[in-house]
């Protein structure tokens, strides 16, 4: 029998603890990647419904508090992914082992580990570049008021 990884089964020629551990690791960050697609989706749609506003009225509609939260929200997002994912670090097993890490390469190109991290990070690098706009324009519209306030304290 012959190590073999297909779209809904692995073949291991030998049922060893590494090959299962390799196989569950792999199959954990797939299911941790989907979920962090998830989220950063709907943090992408909440970040959109600002962007559509600015464009259809030229104006932010939320506070400088409810932004702090969503650009603290957004990288607790970002934290926790780089915190929990470790989908380029192979165990050391696999440096010693030319079946482990042919086995670990696979159920990687399989699952589409990297592919979905990429995506990932690019929607977070989207919505980051948005929420830095959103904190420009909310300084930028502060920094008018005050400038108002002064002069009109100086009559």
């Keep these: 029998?012959?190590?073999?990884?297909?779209?809904?089964?692995?073949?291991?020629?030998?049922?060893?603890?590494?090959?299962?551990r390799l196989v569950m690791l792999n199959t954990s960050q797939s299911v941790a990647l989907d979920r962090y697609l998830e989220i950063?989706?709907?943090?992408?749609?909440?970040?959109?419904v600002h962007t559509k506003l600015l464009e259809r009225k030229g104006k932010l509609n939320i506070s400088g508090t409810n932004l702090k939260r969503f650009i603290g929200k957004v990288l607790n997002v970002k934290n926790e992914i780089s915190e929990n994912l470790y989908i380029?670090?192979?165990?050391?097993?696999?440096?010693?082992?030319?079946?482990?890490?042919?086995?670990?390469?696979?159920?990687?190109?399989t699952f589409d580990l990297k592919d979905k991290y990429r995506y990932i990070s690019e929607r977070i690098g989207i919505i980051k570049e948005d929420l830095e706009l959103f904190k420009d324009i909310m300084e930028h519209r502060e920094s008018s008021r005050l400038?108002?306030?002064?002069?009109?304290l100086s009559w």
């Excluded at 012959?2 to 090959?19: A, G, H, R, Y």
């Excluded at 400038?147 to 009109?152: A, C, G, L, R």
């Design 1 to 20: 029998m012959q190590q073999k990884v297909t779209f809904n089964k692995v073949i291991l020629p030998n049922f060893d603890s590494e090959s299962i």
């Design 40 to 48: 950063t989706e709907q943090l992408l749609e909440e970040t959109n």
């Design 88 to 109: 380029f670090d192979s165990p050391d097993s696999t440096w010693e082992n030319e079946d482990l890490n042919r086995l670990d390469m696979e159920l990687k190109q």
């Design 147 to 152: 400038e108002w306030i002064s002069s009109s």
